[in-house]
């Protein structure tokens, strides 16, 4: 697809990895909705950012996610603005630093709140936009996972299992929204610059690194690439590729 002209809603926009995102998207001929949360002043820097260096629109736009009776009024807001939306990349996520071993800590209101803000939120934000993405028959759905969900790594049990349930979900609309939508994932590895890369202790991600085929972490501009990559492709749907270098192997 030609990502000219397009409109691309990008939730958690304002983050490391999704500023990356916005920027390819931009790049690649996208106006773009940067949903933000509570980041007033980087959403509209980020947007003015967007404009001056790509030449698209580029529209910040306050959402709670955690909160899904706010989304019809992003919807309408889109549709009042662009008249379209072309393009989701569910980035938006929650986490929780919990030892594996540490099942008391892992309380069912941090469990609920995980998999609400990591699986139920995206799984609420297609059912609302899913009308508009199909309407001319070439939407995508790109969704932000992670090599957690494909193995007992990660941040906490929680955080791993949300991002396993996101895999089956893509795998699911993909069956669900055929033809007019394709819906993919990417699943970051250990990522440089991040605030959970910054939190490990320096030697474990220097094992990492050395353990990886590329030899390095990745980065937000492999992952944004990879979004755009989907956004671009004719052929591929229900599918969530890693991006981690090379590490663990799927």
Not at 12 to 21: F, N, P
Not at 202 to 215: D, F, H, T
Request: net charge neutral.
């Amino acid at each position: 697809m030609d990502l000219n002209g397009t409109v691309a809603l990008v939730t958690g926009g304002t983050g490391g990895l999704g500023r990356r995102i916005c920027h390819a998207l931009a790049g690649a001929g996208c106006h773009v909705v940067v949903a933000y949360h509570a980041a007033h002043e980087a959403a509209g820097a980020l947007a003015g950012e967007l404009t001056a260096y790509h030449g698209h629109r580029a529209l910040p736009l306050a959402s709670d996610l955690a909160d899904p009776s706010t989304f019809p009024d992003l919807l309408a807001t889109i549709e009042r603005e662009f008249g379209r939306v072309d393009i989701l990349v569910n980035n938006a996520a929650a986490n929780r630093w919990i030892p594996y071993s540490d099942l008391e800590a892992l309380s069912p209101e941090v469990w609920e709140e995980l998999l609400s803000r990591n699986l139920t939120s995206p799984f609420l934000l297609v059912r609302t936009l899913a009308p508009l993405l199909r309407r001319r028959g070439q939407g995508r759905i790109v969704n932000i996972s992670s090599v957690a969900g494909f193995a007992p790594t990660g941040s906490s049990i929680a955080y791993a299992v949300s991002k396993a349930g996101l895999n089956h979900l893509t795998r699911c609309l993909a069956v669900a929204l055929a033809p007019a939508i394709l819906v993919n994932g990417v699943a970051p590895g250990l990522m440089e610059g991040t605030r959970m890369t910054d939190a490990l202790d320096p030697a474990y991600v220097e094992r990492s690194k050395a353990g990886a085929a590329l030899g390095r972490a990745t980065s937000k501009d492999d992952v944004a690439a990879q979004v755009v990559a989907f956004c671009q492709t004719d052929s591929a749907t229900g599918q969530t590729l890693v991006v981690d270098a090379g590490r663990f192997y799927h």
